[in-house]
């Protein structure tokens, strides 16, 4: 059974920072591209980033020059490190892994930014 377990959520204050974490456990078959989601209450999920298995990365507008996506292929393991984190990046963060043959979704992780 694969699983996806994100940590690292928490409270903070603005301007503060989080690291949160994604272990992949389970599959037979390598991780391709992985990322980062967040999903705030009455809006759509929207991509925070991704980084793929070459080490290329993706970032959303919104968090460019602020939050830092990286991995460890060989634990599954991807990570972001969230500087200078503002309220409205208030959320609940999954983590996302894509195999050749599907994608798969961690549990969800609640990030809380106060002002």
Do not use: H
């Not at 705030?40 to 990365?57: D, H, I, Y």
């Not at 043959?101 to 990030?111: I, S």
């Amino acid at each position: 059974q694969v699983q996806l377990v994100e940590s690292g959520g928490g409270l903070v204050q603005s301007g503060g920072s989080l690291r949160l974490s994604c272990a992949a456990s389970g599959s037979m078959f390598s991780f391709n591209a992985m990322g980062w989601y967040r999903q705030a209450p009455g809006k759509q999920r929207e991509l925070v980033a991704s980084v793929s298995s070459g080490g290329g990365t993706n970032y959303g507008d919104s968090v460019k020059g602020r939050f830092t996506i990286s991995r460890e292929n060989a634990k599954n393991t991807v990570y972001l490190q969230m500087n200078s984190l503002k309220p409205e990046d208030t959320a609940v963060y999954y983590c996302r892994g894509n195999t050749i043959f599907r994608e798969y979704w961690g549990q969800g992780t609640q990030v809380t930014v106060s002002s």
